[in-house]
């Protein structure tokens, strides 16, 4: 299954791209990827700080013939995140539920899903903010990036590719045709 790719400079928030995407065409999976994002979102309506350099990108796609629970898939999505990562860093990584992933105990990455319906149908939105090349200063968090922990520039979009190869494969594999 192959993902249609969405390419964008600066949007306020990838699932909001993502929710307006859904909505207004056909499209049933997509992948939205931008440079910058101003408005990103966290968990329980928080703010991602979101880092030109950083990787944000939400996947979406149809619910309707994929046979899994949604607390399934979270888990799913986040190990189809971790996968990638394992290919850049090979020490231990780690998940805070519901869907960070932490290396040495510090936040690389959230990942931010919302389920949405649209004529009758429902689609995952699979939000990802990643940080490769810096990460915010948080109080009581945390958080790091890829280019401090390994000491080596990542090709960002070498990275998002593999995600999304990552993402077409899963989908693929559990997706039915009815």
Known sequence: MKLKQFNFKKVKSTNQIAIRL????????????SETQSKGKGQ????????KGNIFL????????????????????????????????????T?????????????????????????????????????????PNLPNYPTTNLLEIT???INKKKFVKELKITFEKFLSKYYKIS
Not at 24 to 33: A, R
Not at 69 to 79: A, D, E, G, Q, V
Request: a positive charge; aromatic letters at 12%.
């Open 58 to 93: 939400s996947f979406f796609y149809k619910l309707e013939n994929i046979n899994l629970s949604l607390s399934l898939l979270t888990k799913k999505n986040c190990l189809l995140v971790k996968d990638v990562v394992s290919k850049y860093y090979k020490k231990k990584i």
């Open 22 to 33: 859904i909505k207004s065409s056909k499209n049933e999976f997509g992948l939205i990827v």
């Open 95 to 135: 998940f805070k539920l519901p869907n960070d992933l932490l290396i040495n105990k510090k936040k690389i990455c959230g990942i931010l899903q919302e389920k949405i319906d649209n004529s009758k149908k429902q689609y995952l939105i699979v939000g990802i903010g990643f940080n490769l090349i810096k990460s």
């Open 44 to 51: 329980y309506g928080r703010k991602w700080i979101s880092y």
């Open 151 to 153: 000491n080596q520039k």
